[in-house]
């Protein structure tokens, strides 16, 4: 059973830099914590909050509470074509995150788990 998910809600949650990015991250790692999208995006944490509770609202995201933390990953009831659309993205556009995954990567030694 797949979420109910009207075209036009899809593309106006994919409008923005931020939850853009977002998404093809977690397409790209599977799932992140909040403080690995601060630090790969490089902003703060209520400006990522806001987007993420964005994403929970269109239903392309959901989150698991781990101790403190929250992860997120792409919601696994996303229609097949939403799929393609951030998978087929992500995958053609990979200099689009470049820029954040190598933030990402620099920042692993100091994650969630650790603060």
């Not at 909040?34 to 392309?60: E, F, G, M, N």
């Not at 556009?93 to 954040?100: G, K």
């Amino acid at each position: 059973m797949y979420v109910c998910m009207p075209v036009l809600a899809f593309y106006k949650c994919l409008a923005d830099d931020t939850r853009l990015k977002i998404l093809l991250l977690l397409v790209a790692h599977k799932q992140l914590c909040v403080c690995d999208l601060t630090d790969a995006l490089q902003s703060s944490q209520p400006k990522i909050s806001r987007h993420l509770a964005d994403l929970r609202k269109c239903k392309l995201v959901e989150a698991e509470r781990r101790g403190k933390w929250m992860y997120y990953h792409l919601h696994p009831r996303l229609p097949d074509w939403a799929k393609t659309v951030l998978f087929t993205t992500e995958a053609s556009h990979q200099s689009y995150l470049e820029e954040a995954n190598r933030n990402l990567t620099n920042a692993s030694a100091t994650n969630c788990q650790d603060t």
